[in-house]
C-alpha cells in the first residue's frame, strides 16, 4: 500500500514537472504579450488578459462612450433650436441606454458570435461566457467582457449619428422604436458580415469571405451605415415645418464647439483602440487621428474664407448650419 502511494505520488509529481513551461516558453509567451500575437499553447505563466492591453481597451472604452455622451450630444444638441435642445439631449441618452439592453440581449451575439456569414448565432445571449478571459478569435491578450463593452460604444455612437440629421423631425417614441429595429435589421448583421469572425465580408480573420473588406475602425459599420440611412431618413421625413421661412437659429454654437472638442478627444479611443492593443498600430492611429483632424478643421476655415464678405468663422457656422439643415 505504501509503495503503491508513493508511486501515485511520484506520477503526480513527475506530471506536474513536465507541465512546467520552459524559460523558452516563458520569454515566447512574453514576447507575444508584447507584440500582442498569439499565446503560447499550454505555456502562459500570465493567467487571464495582459493588463496593459485590457487597460488601454477600458480606457478607450470610455473614450468612444465620451463621443456620444456629452459629445454628440452637445454638439447636435447646441445646433438645434431653443426648445428643442433637451429633446436631442433626452434622444442621444436614450440610444444609449436602450442599444446597451439590445447589445446584453442579443446585440454580442448576433455580431461576434459564429454563425452564417450574414449573422451571429446565439452562442454569447445574456453575455453568456463573456467574462474576464480573453476571446482569441478577436484578441490575445484583452478580456472578452472588455472587448464586449468596447464594441459596444461603437453600436452605441452609430444609431445616434443619425440623430443630428432628422432633429426636430421626429418624436422621441418613434426614434426609439426606430432604432430599435434599425439595430436588428442594419447594424447586427452589417457588423457580423464585417467583422465576425465568419463574417461574408471580414477580410481579415475569415479566408473564406466573398469580400476581402478591411474595416479597421468602423468606416463601413459605423459611419457609411449611419450616414445613409440618415439621408434616406430625411428623404422619407422632408424638410422641417417652416424651413426657409422662419428663422431657426441654432441655441449655442459656444456649447457646439465644446460638443465638437469632445469628439476630437473621444476619437483617440475609437481609432486607436480598434487596434485592441496597446501596440504599433494603435499608436500610428492615434498619430493620425490627431492630423486628420487637424487637416480638416484648417482646410474648413481655408476653404469657406470671404475677404469681402464676412470672417471665416462666420461662414463656416453658416455653411455647416445649411448643410446641417
Not at 454569447?124 to 463593452?149: E, I, K
Request: aromatic fraction near 12%.
Amino acid at each position: 500500500m505504501q509503495i503503491l502511494t508513493l508511486f501515485l505520488l511520484a506520477a503526480c509529481l513527475s506530471t506536474s514537472w513536465a507541465a512546467e513551461p520552459t524559460l523558452e516558453q516563458r520569454v515566447a509567451d512574453l514576447e507575444a504579450y508584447m507584440n500582442n500575437s498569439a499565446r503560447v499553447v499550454d505555456a502562459s505563466k500570465v493567467a487571464g488578459p495582459g493588463r496593459g492591453h485590457n487597460a488601454w481597451m477600458m480606457a478607450s472604452a470610455a473614450l468612444v462612450l465620451f463621443i456620444t455622451l456629452p459629445g454628440l450630444a452637445l454638439f447636435y444638441g447646441e445646433l438645434a433650436r431653443q426648445k428643442n435642445v433637451l429633446s436631442v439631449l433626452a434622444q442621444c441618452l436614450g440610444i444609449a441606454g436602450l442599444v446597451t439592453i439590445l447589445w446584453w440581449a442579443v446585440g454580442y451575439s448576433f455580431v461576434f458570435a459564429p454563425g452564417t456569414p450574414w449573422v451571429g448565432g446565439l452562442k454569447f445571449a445574456f453575455l453568456r461566457g463573456v467574462d474576464s478571459a480573453p476571446n482569441t478569435d478577436y484578441g490575445a491578450w484583452v478580456s472578452h467582457s472588455t472587448f464586449a463593452m468596447y464594441q459596444m460604444m461603437f453600436a452605441i455612437i452609430t444609431p445616434a449619428l443619425i440623430v443630428g440629421a432628422i432633429a426636430e423631425r421626429m418624436k422621441f417614441a418613434a426614434i426609439m422604436v426606430f432604432v430599435a429595429v434599425w439595430m436588428l435589421v442594419v447594424y447586427f448583421p452589417l457588423a457580423h458580415m464585417t467583422w465576425g469572425v465568419d463574417g461574408l465580408m471580414n477580410g481579415v480573420w475569415n479566408a473564406d469571405a466573398t469580400i476581402k473588406s478591411i474595416d479597421f475602425a468602423g468606416g463601413t459599420v459605423v459611419h457609411m451605415s449611419s450616414g445613409w440611412s440618415a439621408l434616406i431618413l430625411c428623404m422619407i421625413l422632408g424638410p422641417r415645418l417652416g424651413f426657409g421661412k422662419e428663422i431657426m437659429a441654432p441655441h449655442s454654437m459656444v456649447l457646439c464647439m465644446v460638443g465638437t472638442g469632445m469628439l476630437w478627444v473621444g476619437w483617440y479611443g475609437f481609432n486607436a483602440g480598434s487596434a485592441v492593443a496597446a501596440d504599433g498600430i494603435a499608436s500610428n492611429a492615434f498619430l493620425t487621428t490627431t492630423l486628420a483632424a487637424a487637416v480638416a478643421s484648417a482646410t474648413w476655415r481655408f476653404t469657406n474664407f470671404s475677404p469681402v464678405a464676412k470672417p471665416a468663422s462666420s461662414v463656416s457656422v453658416r455653411a455647416l448650419w445649411l448643410a446641417w439643415s
